[in-house]
């Protein structure tokens, strides 16, 4: 016999309230769950791939749950399956990509976010408040006016998007948000270096621009836009009744850290009333250090400005921030709000404050503020200061050392906390493609071996070992550690191509 509606509303309401005690019962065991991976991480393999069997397991076409499991089962499961398996980031002897461990503020900022779940899209209600002053903060940091505008993101892909449709949006010449691309035979041009992260590309591939409307600017040996370069292909595209809408220059980019020159190009872009996008995704917190602040200080003459909380201020992913100096046209690319019914908004009244919902793309949007918030009242800008700095020193003791050794081989310049190297035996010194395979596979031995972890990359036809130092728990030991590990992963390698 079938439930009653009265038994159906009991069972329902059994399982979706819970007690103070339970909530607080399984919710200790969730911390003992986290207060454990945070501090084993260190002792463990930096990184295992996850485990053959269950990754068949889950891939396998299955049913979903139909009956439901209590807590503790799947708290069980997940300390068997998925605990053990992590992304490697956290382990002090992880330099992949650029990924850092999470601020543990900003771990409990994500739980409490989670429970307090509003949407920000807008409102009047604590988590809006809390946004705005994180934007406030940034601001300031990176010497943006008061009456800019920033939102916070998923991530770096999501700010650039965001900044380079405002730039369309003001640059194109023409309504583009009623005519869209098809209402002008304009050519709308973006530039950018080849070193400039990828996600702009796709950015600009998604607003039907087409990639053949980049032009890739040239830089020179320390990977760095040239001005000049930059100055000859706008004055050619004007030349030619193109429309050039955006520059995006990188404060840090993903392959070397390399800083293209903010200031020239901030020239440049006044001078044609181009839109300066820059995309300091990862280095732009290095404003912060000493060594840093001033090569970045011309980061507050952006237009737009893409960091990620995730990155080098060590937020749990995800957290990205867009900053854009002209509010309006912000709010002009988005809004679904007539010109003439926009209000400034007041902290009176349930609607509160102008709806972020209004400067960007999503509607329901996250409360991904607070572990922003939490981690930067945790640790303020001394303590930021502090860690980027340990990181940025790591990185210079890592190419110092290296540059000391005879069978490596160091990319040069080295900047902010990225270091490339190769290894280079005596014996195959002159063999660049012998070179290439032998570090592709000692990287993937030493990735699998688990003792430390790095990511490589590619340039001018060289493969190149890089490592990214984002973590303050990293060591000058862990950093020695990185320097035998590879020499011996590169020695065992050796053998086997010469056993061949
Ligand atoms: C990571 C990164 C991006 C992309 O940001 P996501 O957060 O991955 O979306 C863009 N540019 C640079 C320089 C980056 O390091």
Redesign the pocket.
């Known amino acids: 016999m079938s439930d009653s509606p009265e038994q159906k509303r009991d069972k329902s309401s059994q399982e979706w309230e819970w007690s103070a005690e339970e909530i607080k019962r399984v919710g200790y065991r969730v911390v003992d769950l986290i207060a454990h991976h945070l501090t084993t991480l260190p002792g463990r393999p930096v990184f295992q791939p996850f485990d053959p069997d269950l990754a068949r397991e889950y891939l396998a076409s299955a049913a979903p749950p139909d009956t439901g499991q209590n807590a503790d089962a799947i708290l069980d499961t997940f300390a068997q399956q998925i605990e053990p398996f992590p992304f490697g980031n956290g382990h002090p002897r992880f330099h992949g990509w650029?990924n850092s461990p999470p601020a543990i503020m900003g771990i409990f900022g994500d739980a409490l976010a989670a429970a307090m779940n509003p949407s920000c899209a807008g409102g009047n209600h604590a988590a809006i408040y809390v946004e705005r002053q994180v934007i406030g903060w940034f601001k300031r940091i990176l010497g943006f006016p008061e009456t800019s505008m920033g939102l916070l993101v998923?991530?770096?892909?999501?700010a650039?998007l965001t900044g380079l449709a405002v730039a369309r949006h003001q640059k194109c010449g023409f309504d583009i948000r009623h005519q869209g691309l098809q209402g002008s035979d304009r050519r709308l041009i973006y530039y950018k270096t080849a070193e400039g992260?990828g996600?702009s590309q796709k950015a600009i591939e998604l607003m039907g621009i087409g990639n053949s409307n980049i032009r890739v600017i040239d830089h020179d040996g320390s990977q760095r836009m040239i001005p000049d370069k930059l100055d000859e292909a706008i004055r050619a595209d004007l030349d030619a009744g193109f429309q050039p809408i955006a520059v995006i220059a990188?404060a840090?980019?993903?392959n070397t850290g390399a800083i293209d020159p903010l200031s020239d190009i901030a020239d440049i872009c006044q001078r044609h009333s181009v839109w300066l996008h820059v995309?300091g995704?990862?280095?732009a917190p290095a404003i912060l250090s000493t060594r840093y602040r001033e090569e970045l200080a011309p980061l507050a003459r952006a237009d737009s400005l893409?960091l990620?909380p995730?990155?080098w201020l060590y937020v749990p992913v995800e957290a990205?921030l867009v900053l854009v100096r002209d509010a309006q046209a912000m709010r002009s690319a988005f809004s679904l709000v007539p010109p003439y019914l926009r209000t400034d908004g007041s902290p009176q009244g349930v609607g509160g404050l102008p709806w972020f919902s209004e400067f960007g793309f999503q509607q329901t949007r996250g409360f991904r503020a607070l572990k922003v918030w939490m981690a930067l009242k945790h640790h303020g800008t001394d303590g930021y200061r502090r860690a980027i700095e340990h990181d940025i020193d790591l990185a210079r003791r890592l190419a110092e050392a290296l540059r000391g050794a005879a069978d490596f081989e160091v990319f040069e310049p080295q900047s902010l906390s990225i270091v490339c190297f190769r290894f280079l035996p005596n014996e195959l010194r002159q063999d660049e493609s012998a070179l290439n395979g032998l570090n592709k596979s000692l990287l993937e031995r030493m990735q699998l071996e688990g003792k430390s972890f790095l990511s490589s990359t590619v340039m001018d036809g060289k493969f190149w070992l890089r490592a990214c130092i984002v973590n303050p728990r990293t060591s000058e030991a862990d950093i020695l550690a990185l320097i035998e590990c590879s020499r011996e992963a590169g020695l065992e390698c050796m053998k086997t191509i010469t056993n061949q």
Not at 154 to 158: A, I, N, Y
Request: hydrophobic share 25%; with cysteine.
């Open positions: 650029v998923s991530g770096g892909s999501m650039s992260h996600c990188s840090g980019t993903v995309d995704a990862y280095g893409a990620d995730h990155k990205g």
